[in-house]
């Protein structure tokens, strides 16, 4: 894994990607995505796209890059690894597709359920790594950090009241709209809500570092 972090690494440096979805976010994602995996049948192959995809996802986020360029260095950094092509794609076309903010955007099926693009074969593994930055949603210090970065002039009560605001309407309504689904994902909510609301009255910037050890959760 030492060389996709070092990549990680080097394209947050290239592309000035702060820390709320920096290194650390990369790390953490990847370990819900194998807490996850450690829940699904899925293959090999499956499962090493979807942890991968988990932790490059921000590194062809349009917030910070042009993803198009973006993912033509990813997919330079995964030939240098060896992967086979048809991986490569199917990796990029998850990472590309991930995004919540252009997915909220796409109008519901008549039953009122999500619509996610098609993978195919790789569906599950979409929403392995989708699932996963989602959960790593619930860690209010990155929000936090993100608008300090993006408004610095602001204050920190007003960055605090529009963690609050951000919280109450996007992320503890994963589940009730329906972005949240799989039962290993669902079980790891009110935990993590009551950490989120704990973090947001207190106003805490704790952040756990990532640990595989999530696979056992």
Known sequence: MESLFSFIERQCLKYKIDE??????????????????????????????ALYAAALHDTCDSKYTTPELAAQEIKSFLLSQAWPLEHIEA??????????SKLKMVPLNEDGTRVFPD?????????VARHADLLEGFIVARCVIYNKELHPEKSDDEHWSRAASLFEERV????????????GALSQVATLESEARRCLQERSMDWPEPDMELKKN
């Open 20 to 49: 709320s979805h920096g290194l650390k976010h990369a790390k953490g994602t990847m370990a819900r995505a194998a807490a996850l995996l450690a829940t699904l049948p899925l293959s090999g192959d499956q499962q090493r796209v």
């Open 91 to 100: 990796l990029i076309k998850i990472v590309t597709s991930m995004s919540y």
């Open 119 to 127: 993978h195919g074969v790789w569906q599950e593994a979409y929403h």
């Open 172 to 183: 503890f309504t994963y589940v009730s709209e329906g972005w949240i689904t799989l039962p």
